[in-house]
């Protein structure tokens, strides 16, 4: 049976999955996300890229960087923990002012993989914050100058406007023709330049912030059809349905596990 639990505390949310039939939906996270694979194999496309992860290993994702995810054995459930870890949180952890990237996706570290366990027990628990943090800096400690890439891919001033345009629509529905006219392009040159730049369509790329944002429109409020209106779902349903694909629960699941 696919299980999905999540915690939040001290600006880190950590996650305990079990799951055997279910796949995430290709998506990206703001966060830096930090995971360990407890039993089975966790297997997934990391920007094009296929990736396996087995027992033990520590999977690194990096802010915006685009993966679905599945069981890699559908005889064998897939058991794993993730942190998601703010950037500017886990920068000011690591004694870093700019944003870095992982030079690894898949490392095995018997220490580090501990120190996930242990941050990810912690939050679940809800032990003090002190701990907690101190679990982080455990974690930060793991990694020197060698395991990340410090010149982080910029983006082209066209992909990062039509970003920002994109962002301006999260609670409307995306106007393709308006941001294509707005720079330049015909609609069709578009979709493909965004594409092509970002591994995404621009719709695909619209329902993730939408639902990021919708996300932690929840974790605030509280309140689910408050959510559902102010990032522009048709109805709850709708909601739910797009919310299971990339988080493995319902909003409304979600919700549940935030009481």
Known sequence: MDKFIYKNRVGITALRAKMQKFSYKKHAHEEY?????????????LEGNSQSSYKNGVMLFNPQQLHDGE??????????????IKP????????????????????????????????????????????CNELLLNITDNFSSRDFILDYKKESLIVKKAKEMIYFELDDVLNIDEISKELDLSKFQFIRMFKTNTGITPY????????????????????????????????????NRHFKRVYGLTAYEYLLSLS
């Open 33 to 45: 996300a930090l995971g360990v694979t407890l039993k089975g194999i966790q297997k997934y496309n």
């Open 71 to 84: 069981s890699g054995d559908h005889d064998e459930s897939l058991d794993y923990v993730m942190l998601y």
């Open 88 to 131: 500017e949180l886990f920068l000011e952890a690591l004694g870093k002012k700019d944003i870095v990237k992982f030079s690894s996706s898949i490392v095995y570290n018997e220490k580090l993989k501990q120190d996930i366990i242990n941050l990810s027990s912690a939050i679940f628990f809800e032990k003090d914050e002190v701990l």
């Open 204 to 239: 695909q790329f619209f329902l993730n912030c939408k639902l990021i944002h919708a996300k932690k429109y929840l974790e605030y409020t509280k309140d689910l059809y408050a959510t559902v209106v102010e990032y522009g779902f048709t109805d709850l349903s709708h909601l």
